[in-house]
């Protein structure tokens, strides 16, 4: 055997063993695949290990990734139920579900993330269109329905593109909400107007409000001062009878002497130390203060 046969065996040994090693494939632990015979895909899906199929090229293997991968939506202008533009941001987390529908429809991730941003957005703009803008942006504790709406996006998406592409959305979210450049101004304005009215209503209720609770007020007042002056009248009447029986009954034990302590109380009264007085001589006074 000549030196060129024994190089051309050995080559085409080389290529037989190449080959051969066609048949022999690994799949990483982040990874999961299948295999297809002349672009067919075969049941079963190959997880992480060394496995084994037929030689190329009647049986390829697509790989894909198992792990969770997250998508950022672009930007997108949608219009609220009360026709106001709006910017939502927003993102998705997925994974593959289903690898065999996954290579029979997208086939690869940039494909899969194009039909998401596809099915996301309409799903987006459709439920952001069924909710005003209080739902998005609002000062009212409880009336914004981020949340609500980014979750029932989400089943809605998944429902369709797990149907579709064997793709399974795990969440969705909103996470930027902003104005268009073109509207902020005019938007910025009529909140500051709403916001206005808001606080007149406020106000002017308020004052209503403060109206009624000094009338309430000065009606209890009134009623309260006019029970307190019944009542005073009622006790000063009683007292003054009480007083004039007490006299009356003084005045009966004693006529003259009631008679003389009275005039000394008057005199108490209209004399002072600047008082000059002149007393008839059979005055009782001054035979009082004669000592007779």
């Not at 139920?81 to 029979?104: G, T």
């Not at 504790?141 to 709406?149: D, H, S, Y």
């Not at 004399?271 to 007085?277: L, S």
């Amino acid at each position: 055997m000549t030196l060129t046969k024994k190089l051309l065996w050995l080559l085409a040994g080389l290529v037989g063993l190449l080959w051969l090693s066609t048949a022999f494939f690994t799949i990483d632990e982040t990874q999961r695949a299948i295999v297809t015979r002349f672009g067919r895909p075969l049941p079963g899906v190959a997880t992480a290990g060394l496995h084994l199929k037929l030689f190329w090229p009647i049986d390829s293997v697509v790989a894909m990734d198992s792990r969770l991968l997250v998508f950022d939506n672009v930007p997108t202008e949608m219009l609220t139920q009360d026709k106001k533009n709006v910017l939502v941001e927003s993102f998705l987390c997925w994974k593959i579900a289903d690898p065999l529908r996954f290579a029979q429809t997208v086939k690869t991730r940039n494909e899969a993330e194009a039909r998401l941003l596809d099915v996301s957005s309409s799903e987006l703009g459709a439920a952001v269109g069924n909710e005003p803008m209080e739902s998005f942006i609002s000062t009212t504790e409880g009336q914004i329905k981020v949340r609500e709406i980014a979750k029932r996006v989400a089943a809605a998406v998944n429902e369709i593109v797990g149907r579709s592409f064997g793709i399974e959305v795990v969440d969705l979210q909103i996470s930027g909400l902003n104005l268009p450049p073109q509207n902020r101004s005019s938007v910025i304005a009529r909140m500051r107007a709403e916001r206005n009215r808001i606080a007149t209503k406020y106000r002017s209720e308020g004052e209503e409000e403060a109206l009624k609770i000094e009338a309430q007020a000065e009606a209890e007042k009134s009623k309260i001062l006019s029970e307190a002056a019944s009542k005073a009248e009622s006790i000063r009447g009683a007292g003054e009878a009480q007083a004039i029986e007490t006299f009356a009954a003084a005045y009966g034990k004693d006529p003259e002497f009631y008679k003389f302590l009275r005039t000394l109380q008057s005199y108490e009264t209209i004399i002072d130390q600047k008082t000059t007085i002149f007393i008839d001589g059979n005055s009782k006074l001054l035979k009082a203060l004669n000592g007779e």
